[in-house]
């Protein structure tokens, strides 16, 4: 299994540029879920879903949209990137068992510099 | 809402020395606890949990125990390796709806040096 990847490792947009941001992961998880890891702040959660078809806001959603027409792909989207979306990007998956999601894995993050 | 506070560090360490991570949190009811390891250029790595009050999580040496008369889940591993030198995050873990809701610390940045 590669487990969970994501696409590009970096990035640099100018203010107003659009681009998506890869994941994948090929473990059959039901749960994906995208965070923002921060200088001082840890990780926050941006927007998950629970299965193909189904996503729902995280703790900081603006400015970023997901889709999840698949179970393996979970792709977020800016559609006008800010200097304030300038950060580093993981994406996790996780699996259900007896009706509750276990533990997450991490991909290996994507850099985004915004300018 | 649930907290999880832990220093930013960074803690640097000599080989072999003792290594203790703060780490308290708010929560209601009963949370799961974790402890994440992040080396340089990846992405987050589970170290170890614990699910209940007194469980001792334990992993490559390091250990927590989910203290919960002390809402706390220090870190803890009696002689450290460069090997070690990455950032560790403490989390926990609140279920709603049977979906997951991880609250991250921000995370201790541990150096050790040969």
């Known amino acids: 299994n590669a487990g969970v990847t994501q696409t590009p490792k970096f990035q640099v947009l100018k203010t107003g540029q659009s681009m998506t941001l890869q994941c994948a992961q090929d473990m059959n998880h039901e749960y994906m879920s995208w965070y923002r890891q921060d200088p001082g702040m840890g990780l926050r959660l941006i927007h998950y879903s629970v299965g193909a078809g189904i996503t729902d806001q995280g703790e900081v959603p603006n400015g970023y949209n997901v889709s999840r027409s698949t179970t393996e792909d979970f792709p977020l989207r800016l559609l006008s990137a800010a200097p304030s979306q300038t950060s580093v990007y993981f994406c996790a998956s996780s699996f259900r068992r007896q009706g509750q999601q276990e533990t997450q894995y991490f991909g290996p993050g994507t850099r985004l510099l915004v300018l | ?114």
């Open chain 2, 1 to 114: 809402g649930n907290s999880v506070t832990q220093m930013e560090g960074p803690v640097t360490l000599s080989e072999e020395a003792f290594l203790t991570i703060n780490c308290t949190y708010t929560a209601t009811g009963y949370p799961s606890l974790f402890w994440y390891v992040q080396y340089p250029g990846e992405g987050l790595q589970l170290l170890l949990k614990a699910t209940k009050a007194d469980d001792k999580g334990s992993n490559k040496g390091f250990e927590a125990t989910y203290r919960k008369e002390t809402t706390s889940f220090h870190l803890e591993k009696g002689s450290v390796q460069v090997s070690d030198s990455a950032v560790y995050f403490c989390a926990l873990r609140r279920y709603s709806g049977g979906y997951q809701k991880v609250t991250f610390g921000i995370g201790t940045k541990l150096q050790v040096i040969p």
